[in-house]
């Protein structure tokens, strides 16, 4: 047993096992997710995170590559009551560091009452308690890591789907989860994912049908060119965003956003559609929210537990946005046809059949 110290922010400092060494510090966070680890720690909208998985038992169905939403783990480290051998060598193999044997409800708790804190981390054979402080006195807050998107974006334009014969769909990449891309394209679309910080011009090279504005890490005011992207394009695109997209597009048309005390992340958060008072449950993954929508949006939808916004659509302008992950990898599968609203904004263009088994 390799010794192990996580250090929070407030002078605790917390004793586990340690399961792949190294240090690491970020911002500590929780999901309640039972399943869909994988998923979980190759999200990019945990970049610059530290993740406690409030399940006891993280593993317990191996690791597949083919259940990756990218191509890396995204948190800098890893928590839990209890880590199998094939998740720690995994993250092992990925350079993050890991701790197990920890009473992850005191630390759920902690997050829950205090929000979501700075941390340290050291694991390793000579790694001390003051290893891990040391490492919480470097720890930056997330509102000042203002170009986390160049970590998690593409670096120049790829292309999914080019034999589809759908809309074509400009993605701006600010950390997009590798499901919602797959979403589209298999609902006929053809869809050009560009970088972050993509130019109008770059837009009207493409020649979309719909704007798409992806989820990812970080404080939404981070992303001015995305946003400036959204201002340019509002009145002559249909837009749509998922999580932080919801976010980028509202401070494009006059909204405001705030962080949240410890998030939404997870797989049975509630939300209920406000026309037909229909609650689905949802998989999420964000720590800040939209205060204000803006004059030109509207709120359809909102998270049953404190009443945050989870949907907006245009008042004026055709705009569709979400919160939540409608791609539903790991989770529920109720708002799955979020992407045919997407694409039917697109106009008689997607006439496509979904295949039977998406």
């Keep these: 047993m390799e010794p192990a110290y996580v250090a929070l922010e407030g002078g605790r400092v917390i004793e586990g096992r340690g399961r792949s060494p190294g240090t690491a510090r970020g911002e500590l966070v929780f999901t309640t997710a039972y399943t869909g680890y994988e998923e979980s720690l190759t999200d990019p909208s945990y970049e610059e995170q530290v993740l406690t998985f409030a399940y006891p038992l993280i593993g317990n169905y191996g690791v597949r590559e083919e259940r990756f939403e990218s191509d890396r783990v995204h948190p800098r480290a890893v928590l839990a009551r209890e880590l199998t051998d094939d998740v720690a060598a995994w ?70 789907g080019a034999d589809n014969d759908g809309a074509t769909v400009a993605l701006v990449d600010c950390g997009c989860k590798g499901s919602i891309v797959d979403s589209l394209v298999a609902r006929g679309a053809t869809v050009h994912v560009l970088p972050h910080d993509a130019t109008p011009a770059a837009v009207d090279a493409i020649d979309p049908d719909v704007l798409f504005v992806s989820n990812g890490p970080g404080d939404p005011e981070n992303y001015g060119a995305a946003v400036s992207l959204v201002e340019a394009f509002v009145d002559e695109l249909p837009i749509a965003g998922i999580c932080l997209g919801q976010q980028i597009v509202s401070l494009a048309l006059g909204g405001t956003t705030e962080k949240m005390t410890f998030g939404h992340r997870g797989v049975n958060q509630p939300v209920m559609d406000l026309e037909t008072g229909r609650v689905v449950m949802t998989t999420q993954n964000h720590g800040y929210t939209v205060d204000e929508p803006g004059p030109r949006l509207e709120v359809t939808q909102v998270n049953v537990n404190d009443d945050t916004p989870e949907g907006l659509d245009g008042v004026d302008c055709d705009v569709l946005t979400r919160q939540y992950h409608p791609e539903a990898n790991p989770g529920p599968e109720d708002t799955l046809d979020f992407f045919d609203d997407v694409l039917a904004m697109a106009g008689p263009v997607q006439q496509r059949a979904v295949p039977a088994d998406d």
């Design 91 to 160: 993250l092992e193999s990925e350079g993050v560091p890991a701790v197990d044997r920890l009473d992850t409800r005191e630390v759920v708790t902690d997050v829950r009452d205090e929000g979501a804190m700075k941390c340290g981390i050291a694991v390793g054979r000579t790694a001390t308690p003051e290893d891990a402080v040391a490492e919480l006195e470097r720890c930056e807050s997330m509102s000042d890591h203002t170009d986390i998107g160049a970590q998690v974006s593409v670096s120049e334009e790829t292309i999914r």
